[in-house]
């Protein structure tokens, strides 16, 4: 039995693996569009200083984007910065600051692909994933506070400190010491 080698679908272009591809169809985009426009008018605040919410203008345009005209014939978002920067009509810069913003609110992974060349790991592109909008987070839990209104002096501060280490480097903690550790102080 002869085995075969998947070859790319573009000139240029890396394999995809599997879980790499994600097949969402008309209404699973059209429902992401609509929770990304939501949770935008949800986390903008009038007189906040701010040109929009979690996500702002460019969020959804790069996000529109991606789910619209990022598929690739192998079945994988994977659109580079400049083919995105191409059809949003916005900077590298911005896309990629865009792009931020919806990893950090949770809509989409980024997995960044690459190959090895003369003994190094080169980033090529990444591929996105999206993420069902019941597993998104909500907005940031300070909302539009400044970090000095979120600051909070030591003498007022009710609980007693805990030490963790002393000195400029923390020490090695195994997993379950740390898992414990986290445990205790709630995060």
Same mark, same amino acid.
């Given at each position: 039995?002869?085995?075969?080698?998947?070859?790319?679908?573009?000139?240029?272009?890396?394999?995809?693996?599997?879980?790499?591809?994600?097949?969402?169809?008309?209404?699973?985009?059209?429902?992401?569009?609509?929770?990304?426009?939501?949770?935008?008018?949800?986390?903008?605040?009038?007189?906040?200083?701010?040109?929009?919410?979690?996500?702002?203008?460019?969020?959804?345009?790069? #996000?529109?984007?991606? #789910?619209?005209?990022?598929?690739?014939?192998?079945?994988?978002?994977?659109?580079?910065?400049?083919?995105?920067?191409?059809?949003? #009509?916005?900077?590298?810069?911005?896309?990629?600051?865009?792009?931020?913003?919806?990893?950090?609110?949770?809509?989409?992974?980024?997995?960044?692909?690459?190959?090895?060349?003369?003994?190094?790991?080169?980033?090529?592109?990444?591929?996105?994933?999206?993420?069902?909008?019941?597993?998104?987070?909500?907005?940031?839990?300070?909302?539009?506070?400044?970090?000095?209104?979120?600051?909070?002096?030591?003498?007022?501060?009710?609980?007693?400190?805990?030490?963790?280490?002393?000195?400029?480097?923390?020490?090695?903690?195994?997993?379950?010491?740390?898992?414990?550790?986290?445990?205790? #102080?709630?995060?």
């Amino acid at each position: 039995m002869p085995i075969h080698h998947r070859r790319p679908a573009r000139a240029g272009c890396h394999p995809v693996a599997a879980w790499q591809r994600q097949q969402l169809g008309r209404p699973a985009r059209r429902a992401i569009m609509t929770q990304a426009r939501c949770l935008e008018r949800a986390t903008y605040r009038r007189g906040s200083g701010r040109h929009g919410g979690a996500l702002r203008e460019t969020g959804l345009r790069v #996000l529109w984007t991606l #789910l619209n005209r990022g598929w690739g014939r192998a079945g994988a978002c994977d659109p580079s910065l400049a083919q995105i920067a191409q059809e949003t #009509l916005l900077a590298r810069s911005t896309v990629q600051q865009a792009i931020d913003r919806l990893e950090e609110a949770g809509i989409l992974q980024r997995i960044p692909r690459g190959a090895v060349a003369s003994g190094r790991w080169v980033q090529v592109t990444n591929a996105y994933l999206f993420r069902a909008p019941e597993s998104w987070r909500g907005a940031s839990d300070t909302g539009f506070r400044s970090a000095s209104d979120s600051y909070v002096e030591p003498e007022e501060r009710h609980e007693e400190a805990v030490v963790l280490w002393e000195g400029s480097v923390p020490p090695l903690i195994a997993p379950e010491k740390l898992r414990e550790l986290e445990r205790r #102080l709630g995060w």
